[in-house]
């Protein structure tokens, strides 16, 4: 069965700080990988998104993510964290045949500290 | 473009009623639209996936008749949950495919989610 490992549960850093938040999939055909975010209490928002091209692939925010086909993973990226990255992050990936269903990751929850 | 509504963002209704969520497409078609559920501190799971003109197809676990889902329109879905229990309070999220979507660009635009408090 698809899965989708997101193994950082939760992650406590301090403002400017590096981040970078692991998501790796089971999947061996074409797939398409994104990374959502959900701030408290809000709804998912779209960070960014790989469909084909280039596998390091900027977002909205300062995040970046890069698609590692040999290792199947999509890790995202930010060189420096606000507090107001406070939030819980979502890696998803999608096939691109049958049904194009979504695989959410189980989240991972940063807390930046100002 | 490509925005997802949902209606209403929240309820709250009493044991053994039934609550309806709509889940509508503003700007595009949605051959297929998804119903998720997100419980506290959780992720998004996959209820069902729902084809205009056709039945859902719902994932392993879910109970069909529990959770009604119609896609009548290109535009619109809708998630009834029959006779609610206290353990069917969640957040219920929809998200829409555009009908042009090819299987190389295979993007859900996500509605704001619907909160359901069962009493």
């Known amino acids: ?114 | 473009g490509a925005v997802v509504s949902q209606h209403p963002s929240w309820v709250i209704c009493k044991s053994g009623t039934s609550v309806k969520i709509e889940c509508r497409s503003l700007d595009f078609q949605a051959t297929t639209m998804f119903w998720y559920r997100q419980f506290p501190k959780q992720s998004l799971m996959l209820m069902a996936t729902s084809n205009e003109g056709s039945k859902a197809t719902y994932e392993q676990g879910v109970e069909k008749d529990k959770f009604l889902i119609n896609h009548a329109s290109l535009t619109l879905s809708t998630l009834t949950v029959t006779s609610a229990h206290p353990e069917d309070s969640s957040f219920y999220i929809c998200s829409a495919r555009e009908v042009w979507a090819s299987g190389l660009y295979n993007e859900q635009f996500f509605g704001p989610g619907t909160r359901l408090t069962v009493l």
């Open chain 1, 1 to 114: 069965a698809q899965s989708v490992s997101q193994h950082n549960h939760h992650v406590i850093l301090s403002e400017a700080a590096s981040l970078e938040l692991g998501c790796n999939y089971s999947y061996g055909g074409t797939v398409n990988l994104f990374w959502y975010v959900q701030y408290p209490g809000q709804h998912l928002q779209l960070l960014l998104k790989y469909f084909s091209g280039d596998p390091l692939v900027k977002g909205i925010k300062g995040f970046e993510a890069e698609f590692i086909k040999s290792k199947f993973s999509f890790n995202l990226r930010k060189p420096s964290v606000q507090w107001s990255d406070t939030a819980e992050y979502f890696c998803a990936v999608s096939q691109n045949s049958g049904t194009y269903k979504y695989i959410f990751g189980t989240g991972t929850r940063l807390k930046v500290l100002a």
